[in-house]
């Protein structure tokens, strides 16, 4: 993710894979935020009207609501507090994947932590003090893989708990809960942090298609409309991803050294392989040499291409300084470039980021075992996921409206909704709705996305049953 280098496939993780050093919870990004192909939902709606004169129910508190605070060291002292949930956690994953109005949920002892919860969600601020300026990428994330975990599981089971009670109010106190504290992950500025907090608005989100359909939700469309497309702040996830192979290196936090500092290149070359190598099968220091050597005519070619260096200067330079510097350049124009298509419309980023994956394939340091890290379409895509799906249940919404004011059944197109749908906003296009031979069903699916192939995207299908009203 984000990463590049010019070394391995495995290897080229273990900065990512640092932020998670302490795995003591089997939690991979979740299985909803991250599947690839098709997603079907059967949805069996019942009418609900959209109140312009009534104050919707917030999914994220409103700011006048949030108090003043630190929530990272409730969320933090809530983790260390619950270590029993730990001993249960095989069966609070199961429990969580149960659908509502299973027996097995309501048994599930999950209320002790709610209160908890629910105060981080109301807090405004949240600072992890993570050390990234001192260690770099081998700052241990393992705290908040734990607080995600609480998060996700044992708060899904409490909201499917309510649900199964009629408690509707409770519900939606619920995912705002899970919504709130997945901003506040979001506030660490790292990529697996991000990924985490996305993990947690995904499940979220997955709750919210039980809230409506359950009889007497009301109408969640301008609830929805406010929701933020992120939940993390891109542009600063950005900046500090881009910069983490400076942070991690020891010797460059005194600066760049002098070309002809050969000692202190071969630091760097030595901190950089021993950043990214694979853990289990190091390279020995003669096969590191080599190395260098072998790549060391391709970094002074590029480093004269880019005008760095002159053709004479850069055949003064020691390998080690020669393969750094133009890793670093390489590591630095990709970042700056990644941030500059972010910060454009969608349409644009992703045609940008597309060519960039291009670039990174093209690295000129690339030889034999060393493939570059590419993919930044397709985590550009993964993140942006959560806007699509809140602009499709945004639909779902205006086509419950539609049904409460014509007797319970669906248009026969989009264009005859009285509350317009937005159009998904990654592909430009309109959602597909497509109503079958009884007018209280249809089905609504994500559109491709133009020029993005078919697996670079987790489509969503709505199979739609209208209930009687």
Not at 224 to 247: K, N, Y
Not at 331 to 336: D, I, K, Y
Not at 340 to 349: D, F, H
């Amino acid at each position: 993710m984000f990463m590049f280098g010019p070394f391995g496939s495995q290897r080229r993780h273990r900065l990512a894979a640092s932020f998670v050093a302490v795995a003591l919870l089997p939690l991979a990004i979740s299985c909803e935020a991250i599947a690839d192909g098709p997603v079907e939902i059967a949805l069996s709606l019942h009418p609900a009207r959209i109140d312009p004169f009534a104050a919707p129910s917030r999914l994220l508190p409103a700011d006048p609501d949030l108090k003043p605070g630190n929530a990272a060291v409730v969320l933090n002292g809530l983790m260390a507090e619950r270590l029993g949930y730990w001993s249960l956690w095989d069966t609070i994953v199961d429990d969580a994947r149960l659908p509502v109005g299973d027996p097995r949920i309501a048994a599930t002892e999950v209320a002790g932590i709610i209160p908890d919860m629910t105060r981080a969600g109301l807090i405004r601020d949240a600072d992890w003090n993570h050390p990234v300026r001192a260690v770099g990428a081998n700052v241990s994330l393992g705290d908040m893989q734990m607080v995600r975990g609480l998060l996700d599981r044992p708060l899904t089971i409490w909201i499917k708990q309510k649900l199964a009670e009629r408690d509707l109010t409770a519900a939606i106190e619920g995912i705002r809960t899970q919504l709130a504290c997945a901003r506040h992950m979001g506030n660490a500025p790292f990529m697996i942090t991000a990924m985490q907090a996305h993990a947690v608005g995904t499940v979220a989100l997955d709750n919210l298609e039980y809230l409506v359909a359950e009889s007497g939700c009301p109408n969640l469309r301008w609830s929805l409309s406010v929701l933020p497309p992120l939940l993390f702040d891109a542009p600063s996830m950005l900046e500090w991803h881009t910069r983490l192979l400076e942070l991690s290196l020891p010797r460059l936090k005194m600066g760049i050294p002098h070309d002809s500092d050969d000692e202190a290149w071969q630091q760097i070359a030595s901190d950089y392989f021993d950043l990214i190598q694979d853990s289990q099968n190091p390279l020995a220091s003669e096969q590191r040499a080599d190395l260098i050597l072998r790549c060391a005519p391709l970094g002074r070619e590029r480093l004269v291409r880019r005008g760095l260096l002159s053709a004479d200067a850069a055949m003064a330079i020691s390998p080690e300084a020669s393969v750094m510097r133009a890793i670093l350049d390489h590591h630095a124009t990709l970042g700056r470039q990644m941030r500059l298509a972010w910060a454009l419309p969608r349409s644009e980023a992703m045609g940008q980021l597309g060519k960039l994956d291009g670039l990174a394939g093209a690295w000129d340091l690339d030889i034999d075992s060393w493939p570059l890290a590419n993919g930044f379409l397709k985590d550009f895509l993964f993140f942006n996921h959560f806007s699509r799906r809140t602009a499709m249940l945004e639909t779902v919404e205006s086509l419950r409206h539609h049904a409460a004011t014509h007797d319970g059944q669906l248009p026969a197109t989009l264009a005859d909704l009285e509350y317009a749908p937005r159009r998904d906003p990654v592909a430009g296009l309109p959602f597909i709705y497509v109503r079958g031979e009884s007018p209280t069903a249809a089905t609504l699916s994500m559109p491709d996305i133009p020029g993005v192939p078919d697996d670079a995207q987790q489509r969503r299908t709505y199979k739609i049953e209208m209930v009687s009203p």
